[in-house]
């Protein structure tokens, strides 16, 4: 049954819960896509009406975590350091763990 009234609020649901699969890998492979889905998501709210739908304070804390003074903006891993500029250093943060973490997962499985 199609509708031609905007549902608000799922839209609203949508967005919040864009961040909240972090157990998935998948969440990992889009984290390069992460700023600009910030930027889109508030733009969307701000549309609807729904500015503070997000939590404002954490918002800003992760976008300012992603600025270096010496380089402007770059992507910091999950503990809020700077990914080390090495053969793996343009993967997105938190990918990077998420590969040290199934490469042990695949190790320990074979182990036993």
């Known amino acids: 049954m199609a509708t031609e009234t905007l549902l608000i609020d799922l839209h609203v649901e949508f967005i919040q819960n864009l961040d ?3 157990n998935d890998l998948a969440y990992y492979f889009t ?3 992460r700023m600009n889905g910030i930027y889109w998501g508030l733009t969307a709210l701000a ?3 729904h500015q ?3 939590p404002k304070d954490a918002v800003i804390e992760w ?3 992603c600025w270096d ?3 402007g903006a770059r992507l910091r891993n999950r503990a809020g350091t700077l990914n080390e500029r090495d053969d793996q250093s343009e993967l997105p943060c938190g990918l990077q763990e998420a590969l ?3 490469r042990d997962m695949t190790l320990t499985s ?3």
């Open 52 to 54: 503070d739908a997000l």
């Open 47 to 49: 549309l609807m009406g």
């Open 110 to 112: 074979i182990r036993h």
């Open 20 to 22: 909240t699969k972090r």
């Open 63 to 65: 976008v300012m975590s």
């Open 100 to 102: 040290h973490h199934i």
């Open 69 to 71: 003074e010496s380089v």
């Open 31 to 33: 984290e390069h896509l």
